[in-house]
């Protein structure tokens, strides 16, 4: 099943899956500006809904695949708030950012959803925050804002309750840009970095992933965005100037099967 967005000509977005050759219109959170997000392999899938002029905020829910709607919630800020929800595992947990509503910017921070439980995954003493990805053992990654240098964000992984700083460059590095985009089971994870463009994270330091491809080609690998427990990855590349969808292929990513996963728990009911 593959999930996306689309807008009409009267300019209401909308969403639609498309399942063997046919893709179906989903509609529209009622009221509210609505933005799909992820969907896992039961058809659960999670959106953000704006109201037009945002008075309330931006509110994120969890559908069915029957289309029933469960509003996820926020962490504890005054309202309105802004409340991202951005990725969603095959347990119907869900990674995020969340935070009040206020300008210029906001206080966001990076949060995970389980069972209809909010919490907030801490900081590295700055913000904003916000996860991007999680896999089916509750990992996430994404970024985290840090205090030295302005608007410096570092990647991050969270696993088992311990926020992992995975950006490796020391802290009297003053600017510093990274995100961690995509994870899977192993808990490896793909981003960008402003020192190594698209990276690669295996529990121990960051890689370059243009380091790891014969540079006689001429590939900037620029933002990867997904890697799966058979260690390809989906991401943008440049060469010559033009942008391309790109899916690369590790050669040796990983000695062991892929973890096994209990997925027999519904982690969210829309009761």
């Known amino acids: 099943m593959v999930l996306g967005n689309w807008t009409t000509a009267g300019g ?3 969403g639609f899956i498309y399942y063997r050759g046919t893709r179906r219109d ?3 959170i009622p009221g509210r500006r609505t933005t799909y997000t992820d969907i896992n392999n039961a058809g659960y899938i999670t959106a953000t809904g704006a109201s037009p002029d945002f008075p309330d905020g931006v509110r994120s829910y969890l ?3 029957g289309g029933a709607l469960r509003d996820i919630g926020n962490l504890p800020f005054p309202e309105p708030t ?54 089916d053992r509750g990992q996430i990654t994404g970024y985290m804002s840090v205090l030295t240098g302005f608007r410096s964000r570092v990647a991050f992984l969270y696993s088992h309750g311990r926020l992992i700083n995975i950006d490796g460059r020391p802290s009297t590095v003053e600017e510093r840009s ?8 192993y808990g490896h994870v793909v981003g960008a970095s402003d020192h190594l463009s698209g990276f690669i994270y295996r529990g121990r330091t960051m890689q370059s992933l243009n380091a790891l491809i014969n540079p006689k080609l001429g590939w900037d690998i620029a933002s990867p965005e997904a890697i799966n427990d058979a260690g390809q990855i989906a991401a943008t590349a440049y060469r010559g100037g033009v942008s391309y969808a790109v899916r690369l292929d590790l050669i040796r990513p990983h000695g062991m099967a892929a973890p096994e996963i209990d997925l027999s728990e519904e ?3 829309l009761e």
């Open 178 to 185: 990274s995100t961690g985009n995509g994870i899977n089971n």
């Open 12 to 14: 209401e977005q909308r």
């Open 26 to 28: 989903i509609g529209v």
């Open 267 to 269: 982690a969210a009911a």
């Open 63 to 65: 559908r069915a695949p």
């Open 82 to 135: 802004l409340n991202n929800a951005l990725a969603l595992n095959n347990r119907n947990q869900i990674a995020g950012e969340s935070g009040e509503l206020t300008f210029p910017d906001q206080p966001l921070r990076a949060f995970s959803w389980t069972r209809g439980t909010m919490r907030d995954l801490g900081d590295f003493g700055s913000g904003p925050n916000g996860g991007q990805a999680i896999n």
